[in-house]
């Protein structure tokens, strides 16, 4: 079936590193996906990776990909207080003849002094 | 370039009433997909269109449509709405056929009262 989790809630200090979590089911998907929501807003695409890649790492962003596990994570380095806010992990199945994203319900994360 | 595009960003209706919701895909986008966000269910997937054709619906009632036109641009429509259709509806587009990474607009809210 169609599942992605995460945990819901994280609180890291000002400065510190982040990270987020999150598994997959469908081992056939291609891209995993992190996106980003502030407070009224949409969702604003952070980074992706291919499954064929263990780790990508973009500027403060780090994503590692452990296809065995079918587990994800995001990491933020230096996280400031800009960095509050809701950070969906999404997988694009590759099976079933989907073309559709299947978000996890996200994880809020608080950023504080 | 422009982003997607959402209107109205806003909108508040009553029970039984229908409302028509428009979307602009990123220049040169030929699919564009439709979300919505409540806090209950998260991010579920509506339907996607590519060069005027749906090519994927969710599990969602028949009083939920839409379209896409020749300019790729897209209306998805909700026919005697509920209370239940409060929510974020979100537009996202891709470039091409096969799956892309999908970039979403900022939304709109509709309240239904």
């Known amino acids: 079936g169609e599942d992605v989790e995460q945990s819901l809630f994280l609180s890291v200090r000002e400065g510190d590193s982040s990270v987020i979590n999150c598994t997959y089911t469908d081992s056939s998907s291609t891209y995993l996906y992190w996106y980003k929501q502030e407070p009224g807003a949409g969702l604003q695409l952070l980074t992706y990776i291919f499954s064929n890649m263990d780790m990508k790492q973009d500027q403060r962003l780090t994503v590692l990909l452990n296809k065995k596990d079918k587990h994800l994570s995001l990491r933020i380095a230096d996280t400031q207080t800009g960095d509050s806010a809701i950070y969906f992990c999404a997988e694009w199945p590759n099976s079933g003849g989907y073309n559709k994203l299947i978000f996890g319900a996200g994880t809020r994360l608080a950023v504080h002094p | 370039k422009a982003g997607v595009t959402q209107t109205p960003r806003y909108l508040i209706k009553t029970r039984g009433q229908q409302v028509t919701l428009s979307c602009s895909p990123i220049s040169g986008h030929r699919s564009v997909s439709w979300y919505q966000q409540t806090p209950g269910q998260g991010l579920q997937f509506l339907f996607e269109?590519?060069?005027?054709?749906?090519?994927n619906k969710g599990n969602f009632p028949g009083r939920f449509s839409g379209r896409q036109f020749s300019n790729s641009r897209s209306e998805m429509n909700v026919s005697t709405l509920e209370l239940g259709d409060s929510a974020l509806y979100l537009c996202?587009?891709?470039?091409?056929?096969?799956?892309?990474?999908?970039?979403f607009g900022p939304g709109t809210r509709l309240l239904v009262l």
């Open positions: 269109y590519f060069s005027e054709t749906q090519r």
């Open positions: 996202a587009s891709s470039f091409g056929e096969n799956q892309e990474t999908q970039y």
